[in-house]
């Protein structure tokens, strides 16, 4: 799964404060306004940067991601 298909189901996503963190600039890029992929976040989670369960879906929720599209690509990468 690349990062364009992840991108799809995420939609205008950005943190209430309306900064430009976490908003997607292009899914053909991968890049968000915070300078980093989505991948780079996935990665994170996987070493435990974000907590666990219910709490870190809180923060990446709070950051400005979609905590769904971000669990589903560390399911990706984990099968590999």
């Known amino acids: 799964m690349s990062f364009k298909d992840v991108a799809k189901g995420l939609g205008k996503k950005g943190p209430s404060d309306s900064s430009a963190e976490g908003t997607i600039l292009s899914a ?3 890049a ?3 300078g980093r992929g989505l991948d780079e ?3 994170e ?3 435990g940067k974000w907590g666990v369960g219910e709490e870190r879906k ?3 929720t ?3 991601y979609d905590a769904a599209a971000v669990q589903k ?3 990706e990468m984990m099968k590999k």
């Open 28 to 30: 053909a890029d991968g």
């Open 32 to 34: 968000l306004a915070d």
């Open 41 to 43: 976040i996935a990665q």
């Open 45 to 47: 989670v996987i070493q």
């Open 58 to 60: 809180k923060k990446l």
């Open 62 to 64: 709070e950051a400005g």
């Open 73 to 75: 690509l560390v399911n």
